[in-house]
Structures are given as structure tokens and as C-alpha cells.
């Protein structure tokens, strides 16, 4: 468990196991991105199943991810101090739309992937907000 960690939770939306990575379970989140996260929570007000959030380098190499993600817990690329993205499953076109509406008004960063949206805050380290398909 990182010592970070009991910064994160008091939030009743995500838990830690739902944010750290799912190969190693370490959990390291960019200074103000679980804030970001709570917001939109509030904003979109439905439940978020998260797919995935932190990766260490090893489990995202292992998964195929790409080596400069903001989903890496250590990014050698970019100063993100931790996790910068998250990825939300979308179960129904109409939660995909509400969410994605949401998310741009936001300034997230939104991919479009198969049933889930890839949400990040790369604006935070001063790169332009991105839509993208997977």
C-alpha cells in the first residue's frame, strides 16, 4: 500500500481497489486527479465502473499499453507525478453520450474505445486537451 494512499480515500466513489493496478496493486495517483475524478462523479451522477487506472511499467508493458500512457504510475515521458488517466466502462450509448458530454465540458482528454471511455487530464502538465479512437 502506498503511503500516499490514505490521502486518497474518503470519497465514496472509488475505492482503492478499483483504482490500483491490477498486476501489482500499487496505487499512485497524480497530485489532483482523484479531485478531478470526484467532480466529474458529482457531475454525472451514476454509478463509474472503472476498467482500469493505475499501471505500474510492468503491467502495461505485459498488457500491450502504450509505453508513454497516462495511465502509468511512473511515466519517465511525461511529469505527471503519478496516474493520469482512467478508464470507464459504458455500459449503454445513452450513459457513453452523457458521460462524454460531461467529460469534454470538463476538460478531460476522452479515447473512445469498445464499451468504455479512456478519460485522462493531460492538460494538467500542460499538453492540449485530445479526443482520440482506439
Not at 64 to 91: M, Q, V
Not at 116 to 129: A, Q, S, V
Request: net charge negative.
Amino acid at each position: 500500500m502506498s503511503l500516499l494512499t490514505s490521502n486518497y480515500f474518503g470519497n465514496k466513489y472509488f475505492s482503492q481497489d478499483e483504482l490500483k493496478c491490477k498486476g501489482t496493486g500499487e496505487l499512485k495517483l497524480s497530485p489532483g486527479f482523484l479531485g478531478e475524478l470526484i467532480w466529474l462523479r458529482e457531475l454525472f451522477g451514476e454509478p463509474m465502473t472503472v476498467t482500469s487506472c493505475c499501471r505500474s511499467p510492468e503491467h502495461n508493458k505485459k498488457i500491450g499499453g502504450h509505453p508513454r500512457s497516462f495511465h502509468l504510475t511512473e511515466n519517465e515521458h511525461w511529469p505527471t507525478k503519478g496516474t493520469l488517466a482512467i478508464d470507464i466502462a459504458t455500459p449503454t450509448e445513452e450513459y457513453r453520450e452523457e458521460l462524454l458530454m460531461l467529460a469534454r465540458e470538463n476538460g478531460w482528454s476522452v479515447g473512445h474505445g469498445d464499451g468504455f471511455l479512456h478519460l485522462d487530464k493531460r492538460t494538467h502538465i500542460g499538453l492540449p486537451r485530445a479526443e482520440f479512437d482506439y
